[in-house]
């Protein structure tokens, strides 16, 4: 599995680009509108702020961190839960894979054995078909031999009938 900090960049990635998304969708598709409504909800005061302790703006920067860290927690989440998907696939994959793998191994023994056996089959009948050739060709050899001389002595007059 992953490293769960390698996941990081991603889960920030996704909440950065929800974040933009959400406020173009706001501005209704006017990146203009969006970044003034962005840059005027960085300018309110923070809720740390001794001059407006219970001021409305107060309030709604404190509504809007809980916003941010529940929606960096749901990115984070998410992010979580596809990085999971992700690995289990991933662990899915190797694992077909490795069944694969041993699949073609046992088809290639069995086709060894089998290429083997018949290897043996085709050479033991070459074998013999080759050894009765060379008999076929003895006997011929030794009968020729035998009627050449009888006609080289029926030449010389050793020969009789």
């Known amino acids: 599995m992953a490293n769960p900090r390698a996941r990081v960049p991603l889960a920030i990635g996704v909440v950065v680009a929800g974040a933009g998304g959400y406020y173009l969708y706001a501005a209704g598709g006017d990146s203009k509108v969006a970044q003034k409504k962005a840059e005027g909800e960085h300018n309110l005061p923070h809720v740390h702020d001794q001059a407006y302790p219970f001021a409305p703006q107060a309030d709604a920067a404190r509504i809007g961190g809980s916003r941010q860290k529940s929606a960096q927690k749901q990115g984070e989440e998410i992010a979580q839960e596809l990085g999971s998907k992700l690995d289990h696939t991933v662990d899915e994959a190797r694992s077909k894979l490795s069944d694969a793998d041993q699949k073609v191994e046992k088809y290639t023994k069995d086709l060894s054995k089998q290429v083997s056996s ?38 010389l007059g050793f020969g009789g009938k």
């Not at 009948?125 to 009888?150: G, H, I, P, Q």
């Open 118 to 155: 018949e290897l043996g089959r085709v050479e033991s009948e070459t074998a013999k078909e080759l050894k009765d050739t060379v008999n076929t060709f003895d006997k011929t050899v030794e009968r020729k031999t035998v009627e050449a001389k009888k006609g080289i002595s029926s030449w």
